[in-house]
């Protein structure tokens, strides 16, 4: 593992697999407009022996927003029937490299698991080295998850607007810079284009090299460039939550966790009534 204990290698993983206490989780997903289904490509080929999480299936479905966070005894019945239990050793990866897991890893980490990874250059590195997959439906036993919640790790869109009047906190955007200064429409429909008051950008894309996150140099360089105080608290927020994972990733790589994540992110406060700014 690395010294940040957020990654595994490719090679850390090829020697674990099989083991009783290890589960390891494709959390594939992409934007609707891709027209690709994660589920689909599991099915064609995954890490043998993983588990699918399916985002938006493990969420809560009254929700009209994507993918928001489920209740916390919701979520315990989906991991649980996947095979995942809150003590057990859990890898995850993406079959971008490093997209939507980070996503999975914050969600299992705020409902209480401890031992959470994420395989460095996920599905496309393992690939590459030629190491076995296998195809089919997952085909785990039933597990215990016992729910820790941790709700400070989650911000609704009232703290967030509070966090944007009073300036208590940075809000850091992981968007396209374009579609931050409201250059370029949402890529779902009926959001405003623009951003929150107050907010400083980093595109997610930034802070990834070859499908991993960057050197903790490059890291740190990049929030430099975006105006980020790395003394005064962070929440991130990007289009639907899934990228300002990443932006957690990389903030917590360097020993600067965020003080939480906006669940809703864009797609909630774009189409609300509340305040935004253009450029």
Not at 196 to 202: C, D, F, M, T, V
Not at 270 to 276: A, C
Request: charged share 20%.
């Amino acid at each position: 593992m690395s010294t940040s204990g957020i990654f595994v290698s490719t090679a850390w993983l090829a020697d674990q697999l099989g083991a009783p206490d290890l589960v390891v989780v494709d959390a594939s997903w992409h934007m609707p407009a891709a027209g690709r289904s994660g589920l689909k490509e599991f099915e064609e080929q995954h890490i043998p022996g993983a588990v699918f999480f399916d985002l938006d299936a493990i969420s809560d479905r009254s929700s009209s927003l994507p993918h928001m966070l489920p209740t916390p005894e919701a979520f315990a019945a989906s991991v649980g029937a996947l095979g995942i239990s809150d003590d057990a050793r859990i890898v995850i990866y993406d079959s971008v490299g490093l997209f939507s897991a980070p996503r999975v890893w914050w969600t299992l980490k705020t409902f209480g698991a401890q031992k959470v990874h994420i395989l460095a250059g996920g599905l496309p590195r393992w690939l590459a080295e030629g190491r076995p997959v296998e195809s089919g439906k997952a085909n785990r036993p039933a597990a215990q998850f016992n729910v820790h919640f941790d709700a400070r790790r989650v911000a609704d869109i009232e703290q967030v607007a509070q966090i944007s009047a009073d300036h208590s906190a940075q809000i850091l955007d992981a968007r396209a810079a374009t579609r931050f200064r409201g250059e370029e429409p949402e890529p779902r429909p009926g959001l405003r284009a623009g951003h929150i008051p107050g907010a400083l950008n980093l595109p997610f894309g930034t802070v990834v090299e070859n499908g991993e996150l960057a050197s903790p140099e490059k890291v740190k360089a990049a929030l430099e460039a975006a105006g980020v105080d790395l003394s005064r608290p962070v929440v991130t927020s990007c289009g639907s939550g899934v990228t300002a994972s990443v932006l957690w990733v990389a903030l917590e790589s360097i020993g600067k966790p965020p003080q939480a994540l906006y669940d809703g992110s864009w797609t909630e406060w774009g189409s609300s009534d509340k305040p935004l700014a253009i450029g």
